[in-house]
């Protein structure tokens, strides 16, 4: 399940930053860091897991979304029952 979330993350960061290089992405460094994301990109990126998977995720929640490990940690038990459909 893990690296099905990890997929629909770096989906959604495809369609955000489409030409980023997400092929050698490393799971413990701050995604903004990696892909010269803004804040924009940022809650684009929330924006498309509230339409894809209506996956809610609060203000005080966006530390969470920090680096791709800790995006699925937070993601996985609320994307699961779409991993699971």
Do not use: H, W
């Amino acid at each position: 399940m893990e690296q099905q979330v990890r997929g629909m993350i770096l989906d959604i960061i495809a369609t955000i930053a489409p030409d980023a290089d997400l092929s050698n992405i490393q799971g413990d460094v701050r995604l903004r860091d990696q892909l010269d994301l803004d804040s924009m990109d940022f809650l684009d990126i929330v924006m498309e897991l509230r339409k894809r998977y209506k996956v809610e995720v609060p203000k005080e929640d966006y530390p969470a979304l920090a680096t791709l490990d800790s995006c699925v940690e937070y993601l996985a038990p609320k994307l699961s029952a779409q991993v699971n459909a």
